[in-house]
């Protein structure tokens, strides 16, 4: 199963060769796009996002007592 995601997330790279070239493709799942987009979001911002996450939560209980 863990294989199964590293194949998903990694893409798949094809080799192509014309005449004098040689060159490779990279392609990404969608899914796979969006994962690592929201991955690295997630590392580049992960200390406001748990304080204004906990701050939404603390708000929403806050008003769910009344």
Same mark, same amino acid.
Do not use: C, N
């Given at each position: 199963? @863990?294989?199964?995601?590293?194949? %998903?997330? =990694?893409?798949?790279?094809?080799? %192509?060769?014309?005449? *004098?070239?040689?060159?490779? =493709? +990279?392609?990404?799942?969608?899914? &796979?796009? /969006?994962?690592?987009?929201? &991955?690295?979001?997630?590392?580049? +911002?992960?200390? %406001?996002? /748990?304080?204004? $996450?906990?701050? @939404?939560? *603390?708000?929403? @209980? $806050?008003?769910?007592?009344?």
């Amino acid at each position: 199963m @863990i294989e199964k995601l590293q194949r %998903w997330y =990694d893409g798949e790279f094809k080799v %192509w060769e014309t005449p *004098g070239l040689l060159g490779f =493709d +990279h392609k990404l799942h969608w899914t &796979a796009r /969006i994962a690592r987009a929201l &991955a690295t979001f997630w590392l580049a +911002h992960w200390q %406001w996002t /748990i304080g204004t $996450s906990l701050a @939404i939560v *603390g708000l929403w @209980i $806050s008003f769910g007592r009344k």
